[in-house]
Every structure is written in C-alpha cells, then in structure tokens.
C-alpha cells in the first residue's frame, strides 16, 4: 500500500520516466539532443497555455476558451506589425490575450456565470472574431527572416518558447508554495467561503487568475505567429483538451484546491514525448489520442484508488 | 464606566430580509475580559446578529461602537481590521491547505516577500499546545477528524491576537475533555481582556462558562443579565417563551425481539470485535469520546465503510453489507453526523429531500407521482412541524434543527427495521431536540430499532434504554438504563475507574 501510495504521489515522474524509458527503446535516438530539443519546443505551446490553466484549475475555474484567444493574440500581433512594427504588436497581440482573459473574468466574477458556460460561449465568440477580422483567410507578417531568427537553439536544447515555458513553470512554482498570494489561491479553489471570511478576496483572486491564463495563451499565440510568420485564423482549434489532458496529467484536481506547476511541467513533458516518440514511430495520430486518452483515465483512476493513509488516522492517536 | 472599557456596543441592530424581519432592535453590549454569553433557540437571530457583527451583512438600522468609537462594517475584512474574529459552526477551513497555513489564513507572515513557513509551523505549534491539542501543523485539515478541525478554528481565530472573539457552539463537535481544555483557554483569554462572545445551544456549559447572558427569540432581546443567580430552567423558560419540564423525556415502549445484531464486528484499525444487539422498540445509545471509533462503527454497520472481520444478522439471518443501497434493503437506515455533507442536498427542495430513498416505491412505470411525492412531504412537514412549513423551500435555507428533522423524515418514509443516528442533535437548539427526541420515541413505540450515537450525556442518560461505551475502538458490555449515570459512563470512556 505505501509503495503504491509512493508512486501515485510521484506518478508523473513514474509515467514521464517509462514514457522517455519505452521511447528510447523502440525510437533509434529518442534521447538524442536534438530529439529531445524538438519534443520539447513542440511541447512549449502546450506548456505556456497549460502554466495559465493551472492556476486556474487550482482557483476551482476553467478555460475553454484559450485556444480561441492563441488564435486571436497572433492575429493581432502580424495584422497590426505594419502600422506598429513587429515589437508593439507583439505587445498587443499578449494584450489582446489579458483582455480576453478579463472578459472571461467578468462574466464568471461579476456576471456570476459558469466558467464552463462562459468561456465555452467566448470560445465560439473569438474564434468568430478571428475569422472576422482575417476574412478566413491567413495573414502573412511583414519579417520572413524573423521566423528562423526565433526558431535558433540555446545551448543545443532550448528554443526562445522552451526557454520561456520552463522559465514560467519554475517561476509558477515558487509563486504557488511559497508566496502568500499563491497560498491564498489554493484557499480560494478549495473552499472560497473560508478564504473571503478570512479576509481574502475570492472575486479578485478568480479575475486576475482569469487575466493571467488569458496573457499567456496570448503569448503563446504571438510566438506561434512569429515563429510562423502567419496569423490564421484557426490555429489552436484543437489545443484545449490537450492543455487540460496535460494538467490533469501532472495531478491538479479539475475541483480545485490541488495542483502544482512541477506537475503541470511533467505532464506537458509526458505528452510531448508521447506525440514525439509515436510520430517518430509513424503511428497514426488517432491512436496517438487513444494512448494519451488511456493515461489520463489510468491517472485519475490511481488517484481515485489509492488514498496515501486512512483519513482518520491522526484522529485515532489523538483522543484515545 | 468609561467608553473606552466597552468592548461592543450595538444599539438598535434592525435587520430585514425581503418579507422577514430577522433582527428588531437589539442592542447587546459586552466589556473586555469578559464571557458573554448568547442563548435563544434557532431562528431566534443569534446568527444573524453576528453576521452583522462579522460584517457579512449589513444592518438595515442600528448602530455598532468598537472599544467607544462608531464602525461601519461592510465585508469581513473590515470586522476583522477591527480585532473581531469568528469561530464559525459550520466549519470555515481550506482542507486543501496545511493546519498552519489554515491558522493564518488571509494573513500569513511575509519574509523577503514570500510566505513565511518556518514562522507559521513554528507559531502554530505553539498556539496549539497552549490549546492542548496534539495535532500536527504540517497535517494536511482535511485529513483531519471534525473535531480536530474545530480546535484548528479555534486556534486560528485566537492567533489573530482578537479583541473581539465569537464562537459559534464551539463545543458541539467536542468530547468533555476537549470541552474542558476549551474553557481553560477561554479564561485564559479572559484573563488577557478578550471580550469573548460564546453561542450554545447547552444551556450547562453557558452557566458554567460566561459571566453575562443575553437572551433572544424570534429576533428580539429578550434580556441581558450576570449569569450568576439564573438557574437552567429559568433560562430556558426565556428562551422558549414557555416552561420546559423535562428536557429530554422518555416515551415508554415495548420492547420486543432483536432485530440488528452485530458479532466480533471489526475494520482492523478503527474498531475491534465489537458485539451488540438491538431489539424491537429499543434506544440503544452508543457513547464514547470522539475518535473512539462509534462514526467509523456506524458506517461499517450501513456499508459506507467495509468491516474486514465479524458479521451482521437482521432478524436473526446474516447479512452481506456491502453498500448503502445493501443496508437499506436490509433494512437499516443512517443519520449521518455531519449534516452539511452526508445528510442533505442542499440544492434541492424539503419535498425532493425527504422523498428521495423512496422514489422507487413513489413511481409507478418509471414515473415519480407527483401527488404521492407532494402528500409525502405534506404529512412529514405538518408532522415534524418542519419550519417554514413550506416544502418546496430549499433545505439549505432551513435552520439545522429543521433540517435534521427533514433528514429523519426522509428515512421514515423508507421505512426502516433500523435507524442508525450519529449525533442527531448536534447543533440543534433546546426545541427542536425535544422535538427531535419525541420523534424518535415515536419511531421507537412503532417498533423501530434505534442506535443512537451521542456525545452528550445527559441526552445518553435521558433518552436510551442500554447504552454501550466504546474507547479505543472497544465496546463494553450493555449497561442497562437503570445502572446509568455520567460518573458510570465517563469512567468506560475514559477507562479511569469511577472512585
């Protein structure tokens, strides 16, 4: 029972390690840097969104609606680099991301609706308004040569995206254990009328979250836009189930209260290597869903299952 | 006396929902280092007092002065910038966070900028002792039994260094012993000029501990006075507006064959070899300090949680439980302890509530009757005198003592062999548990088989016909009604021989 409790405990690690260990063995230089660096990159997109839908997971909130705004913030960012040059619009494009986020903390702070409602209804609204703004059609930026400027590798491992998602998992980390304002996030998506009777404010804490999760899928989209040097409108269409497989994997309870951005950071990592090592292997993308599908469900089932301790164990000790 | 000795002053304190009048001008005045205590029966507007006082609600009249100088409260920040903390009845924790970060929840100490862990350990672990509680601050709350969690309150609401501190029965979810150790520290507060304001619904304890008493009902004062000189009885004539004999009478019944009997039952860890029966027309009273294993019994015996040795026979027959739908077939029905989270769904309707084990037997070809499913709920709500006695009103919004009565109607109707109660009226006020004791009485002289699990001994004493003392998940034999005092049961619960 410890031993199996041990490894739920760490079960993203167990699962990332048999993951890269099954890789290496059916995929000829899996563990090559220049794999490694490729999964990697590949996983930042997913990484940068998944940080955002982390703290709000744990704030007991969802996003539907990030893969719209990925959308929307790269349009924004090569439609405006003519008028702007390509810096400011970059700017703009993460701007546009925190103002969808806003949006979508309004309606669930102020409005008071479902975030499952809401932000499933402004995910169909700026998906439209990224169709509307670019005619349906891709927009081309103005810099060609920016793209393979953005796409260089540090250190042989790291493109500017990788560094970036890295950077902001480490950065998520200590926010969430050690600062008071990431205390008082788990306080608020684990029991918000606790929190608000301690003197917390539940409401700001879900909007900034809201904002947050929003900045960074617009980063996200901007980097997709430089890195492509398109703005289309349908990019990222299908990226929120794979955003929230990836947290859901790294063991943040979608009931809120629980999570980590280490974890979040495994579970992006499991998935990239998954996609990597099959598509290595030419394994078809839809059995490549069903793989990642069965993880997650083996993943919630052991940590459904498997409790680490009796829960009235303390208490026994304590008045007998 | 001046101004300045007043801890608070609320004078004239109105409030008005939309078509209630809640509160009518109710002035309450309490001094530093001194136990005020408020009484008055559920729906009397001690709550919604201090709601007000909290700052969760505003008043519609009336004015607050903290220590001499008028405030205006408008959100629980602003009470709590005053010196003003709550213990809260119904629990106000994050169980996903540490014990020490609950404890300094929305103000936890900053070094560099960063949440101080070391300090929070460090400070918690000493409030703790000083409450003598052995609960380890790095636990995480949730992980925590009920009572374990009050204390956590408790020693957060003091950790803020109050002026003011409100607790909300406070000892309702406690053993004696956690009781006593409650009251030392409370007059410890005292000593250090705490005003302390303390809600119970047990008369006993608020004679024991506070130094003044206010009295409310139906959202009126009805007065203030030193509880020196008022004598239980007097106090619950004030309350109730009316002379209450016998707080917790006896119906006589007829007591007939066994009906549930458990042998050598045990889980290996929380209880061990545990024998009993019940019979026809019995109380049988299960007591014991909490954390001695009776929940944990209790839900063994109704399939939420497994036994892994002995056996259950119903009517002399074994029986396999392996569910809650397993138990109920068989024929035993649970009330579980906490309400909030076992008994009800607050969502939904009085009506929905009580009709929800029997909607089987309500419907005819896969249709729930809407008719039979409203008569259901009419007859138990005129019966139990549910309050309001509306039965599409939701359960959530009743009082505690209404609700307990809508769950204990909600298993008649399923029409049980035996009724399993943990803690049937914890948190409930002095009418409503008389009331509460009355229906099971009458459930009893039907021929039902009762356990009732409680931590209170004189509802023990009053109300069961044998009663059995677990400690350290043992059972002792049955005491028979005749043999019971409190000096008896305390000393097989606490296993000190009775001088």
């Given at each position: 029972m410890t031993m199996l409790a041990r490894l739920v405990r760490y079960r993203v690690t167990v699962i990332l390690g048999l993951t890269l260990l099954v890789a290496s063995l059916t995929v000829p230089g899996f563990l090559s840097i220049s794999t490694l660096s490729l999964g990697l990159d590949r996983g930042a997109t997913i990484g940068i969104i998944a940080t955002g839908m982390t703290v709000l997971l744990i704030a007991r909130q969802i996003d539907l609606s990030v893969g719209s705004t990925f959308a929307l913030a790269g349009i924004t960012a090569v439609m405006l680099q003519p008028a702007i040059g390509i810096w400011p619009a970059a700017l703009a494009g993460v701007l546009a991301g925190a103002a969808a986020g806003a949006i979508n903390g309004l309606l669930s702070?102020?409005?008071?609706?479902n975030a499952l409602v809401a932000t499933l209804a402004t995910m169909l609204i700026f998906r439209s308004i990224a169709h509307w703004l670019t005619d349906s059609q891709p927009v081309p930026g103005t810099d060609i040569m920016l793209s393979v400027a953005l796409s260089k590798i540090y250190l042989e491992i790291f493109t500017l995206r990788s560094a970036l998602f890295v950077g902001a998992i480490l950065l998520l980390h200590v926010w969430l254990t050690r600062t008071v304002a990431g205390r008082n996030l788990f306080a608020v998506g684990s029991n918000a009328d606790a929190a608000e009777a301690s003197g917390i404010a539940p409401g700001r804490t879900v909007f900034l979250a809201f904002v947050f999760a929003g900045a960074l899928a617009g980063v996200a989209g901007v980097l997709q836009s430089l890195t492509t040097n398109t703005g289309s409108p349908v990019f990222g269409a299908e990226l929120i189930v794979t955003v929230i497989a990836a947290v859901v994997v790294g063991g943040t309870r979608i009931e809120g209260g629980r999570g980590s951005a280490l974890g979040t950071l495994g579970g992006v990592l499991t998935i990239a290597a998954l996609t990597t090592a099959m598509e290595f292997q030419s394994v078809p993308a839809y059995i490549q869903q069903v793989v990642s599908g069965l993880i997650l469900i083996l993943l919630v089932v052991l940590d459904r299952t498997v409790r680490p301790g009796p829960r009235t164990h303390a208490a026994a000790g304590a008045s007998g | 006396m001046s101004a300045a000795a007043t801890a608070l002053r609320m004078r004239g304190i109105s409030k008005t929902f939309p078509g209630v009048k809640a509160l009518s001008s109710v002035n309450l005045t309490v001094e530093f280092g001194r136990v005020h205590a408020i009484v008055g029966e559920n729906g009397a507007g001690k709550s919604t007092l201090m709601k007000v006082l909290s700052g969760t609600y505003l008043p519609t009249t009336g004015t607050t002065e903290i220590a001499g100088v008028e405030v205006r409260m408008r959100k629980p920040a602003d009470a709590q910038r005053l010196g003003i903390r709550m213990v809260h009845q119904e629990l106000n924790l994050?169980?996903?966070?540490?014990v020490a970060e609950n404890v300094y929840l929305g103000r936890m100490p900053r070094r560099w900028g960063l949440a101080d862990k070391a300090a929070m350990l460090r400070e918690t672990a000493v409030i703790l002792d000083e409450l003598g509680a052995t609960i380890d601050p790095k636990a995480r709350l949730g992980d925590l039994s009920i009572s374990q969690q009050q204390l956590v309150e408790i020693a957060k609401a003091y950790a803020a260094a109050p002026r003011i501190i409100v607790l909300d029965?406070?000892?309702?979810?406690?053993?004696e012993h956690e009781t006593a150790a409650l009251f030392r520290i409370l007059r410890k507060m005292k000593q250090q000029g705490i005003a302390i304001i303390y809600i119970s619904h047990r008369v006993k304890e608020v004679l024991e501990i506070a130094d003044d008493v206010t009295i409310l009902r139906d959202g009126s004062m009805i007065d203030t006075r030193p509880?020196?000189?008022?004598t239980v009885a007097e106090m619950i004539r004030l309350m109730?507006?009316?002379?209450?004999?016998?707080v917790f009478p006896k119906t006589p019944s007829e007591i007939g064959a066994p009906v549930l009997k458990v042998v050598a039952?045990?889980?290996?860890?929380?209880?061990?070899n545990v024998n009993f029966e019940v019979r026809k027309g019995e109380i049988l009273g299960l007591t014991g300090l909490v954390g001695a294993g009776r929940t944990e019994l209790a839900k063994a015996v109704f399939g939420l949680a497994r036994a892994t040795e002995g056996r259950i026979e119903v009517d002399g027959k074994p029986v396999v439980i392996g569910s809650p739908a397993a138990a109920v077939r068989a024929g035993i029905a649970y009330v579980p302890e906490d309400r909030k989270d076992e008994g009800i769904v607050p969502s939904l309707s009085v009506r929905e509530n009580i009709s929800l084990p029997v909607l089987r037997k309500l419907s005819r070809f896969g249709r729930v009757s809407m008719t039979a499913d409203r008569r259901l709920a009419d007859k138990y709500t005129k019966e139990f005198s549910i309050m309001p006695p509306d039965p599409e009103r939701r359960i959530g919004l009743l009082s505690g003592g209404n609700q307990q009565k809508a769950v204990l109607s909600k298993w008649l109707s399923a029409d049980p062999s035996v009724l399993l109660l943990d803690e049937p009226t914890r948190g409930v006020d002095v009418g409503a548990k008389a009331e509460i004791h009355r229906i099971i009485g009458e459930l009893v002289a039907g021929g039902m088989a009762v356990v009732m699990i409680s931590s209170e001994l004189p509802e023990v004493l009053g109300v069961c016909d044998r009663v059995i003392v677990m400690r350290d998940g043992h059972a002792s034999a049955p005491v028979d009604r005749a043999a019971l005092s409190e000096e008896k049961i305390m000393a097989l619960a606490t296993g000190e021989e009775a001088a």
């Open positions: 702070v102020v409005f008071k609706v | 994050v169980p996903d966070l540490s029965e406070p000892t309702s979810s406690l053993s509880a020196d000189g008022i109730v507006g009316r002379e209450v004999t016998n039952l045990g889980d290996s860890y929380n209880f061990r």
